[in-house]
Structures are given as C-alpha cells and as structure tokens.
C-alpha cells in the first residue's frame, strides 16, 4: 500500500507513527510558517481551496504571506476528512472539539495533539485491521486515556475522534472505490 500521512501528500514513515506533525513542524520552525505554495504541495490542495476555507472562517486567517502550525493543523484535518463528509459538517465537528478558530481558550485540546492522536489511531487500524466500529472505539478510548491530562473534555472528544477516524476510513475506501471503477471502465 501506497501509505500517506493523513492530509498531507508525504509518504508514510515509522516517525509519523507517534508524532505525524514533527515531520512537518522543522520546516515551520525554520521558515516561520510556509507560503500558500508550499501548503499547496503539502496537502494537494489548490491554493484558492485553502483560500476559500479561510473566507468561510474554517480556518483563522494568516497574518502576512506565511501560514502557521495552528493554520497548517487545521487544513491537514479538514483535508484528511473532506473526500466522505461535507465541508460544513467538517467545520462543525471542528467546533464540537475547539470551538471558535480564533479562540483557543475553549480548545478540549491543541490540535497538534489532536492530529497526531488522530494518525495514530489510523495507523493502528490499518496495522490491525481494525475497522469495525467496536474495534475503533476501543483505539480511540485507549488513546484518548493516554492523553486525558492534555484534554479538557474526555466524553466530547472521544465521540468527535470516532467521527473522524470514521470519515477518514470512508473516504479513504471511496478513493479505492473510484480507482477500481476506473480500472472497469477503462476496459469496457
């Protein structure tokens, strides 16, 4: 399996098992953030997608030409689950867990920490073939009880993180879904 990092464009290594984000965190430490370029290469998304997000407030808005780690984690969650859920529903479920994008005093928890716990449940379904909704219900229960000193709200985000794990899986079978149909339609 051709496995990325989720949201992103960045092949898969055993560092991104525990700590996705410190792949990427290196690059903004030295650069001050990246350019809407560079964020495009990252996410494989288009730079006035990125830019819509930001006009619907999905995302905070930058300040100068460089987007910051609280910007980047934001568009790598919204763009892990957009192939399944719809954008709006996307946007609620991330106002569920941290509320105001702006405001990070009713944040259950950083969103460094929510993305990393996020690709290490993904990485262990997939190591597992845990994919049933028990089995990712248990994966999130365990990684939601190795953090809860860094979580506001345990309940909350356990529900949320289900729901993301969830989304991510669909539309990653979707993916498979339209390459297979290709693959039939190319022969007929």
């Not at 730079?47 to 995302?59: A, D, E, Y």
């Amino acid at each position: 399996m051709n496995r990325l990092i989720p949201g992103t464009t960045m092949k898969f290594s055993e560092q991104a098992r525990e700590s996705a984000f410190s792949l990427i965190s290196p690059v903004l430490e030295a650069t001050g953030g990246l350019t809407l370029s560079q964020l495009s290469k990252l996410t494989g998304l288009e730079g006035t997608t990125i830019q819509n997000w930001i006009k619907r407030g999905w995302v905070s808005a930058t300040k100068g030409k460089k987007y910051s780690e609280k910007q980047i984690l934001r568009i790598l969650l919204i763009n892990m689950l957009r192939k399944a859920m719809k954008l709006e529903d996307i946007a609620n479920l991330m106002r569920y867990i941290n509320g105001d994008v702006e405001d990070t005093s009713d944040d259950i928890i950083e969103e460094v920490l929510l993305y990393d716990i996020l690709c290490r449940i993904i990485f262990t379904a997939e190591d597992e073939g845990a994919f049933d909704s028990d089995q990712i219900r248990t994966l999130v229960a365990r990684e939601v009880a190795e953090n809860t000193r860094e979580i506001a709200d345990d309940d909350k985000l356990r529900k949320a993180m289900f729901v993301m794990v969830m989304g991510y899986r669909s539309g990653f079978l979707r993916t498979e879904m339209e390459k297979g149909l290709e693959i039939v339609l190319d022969e007929m």
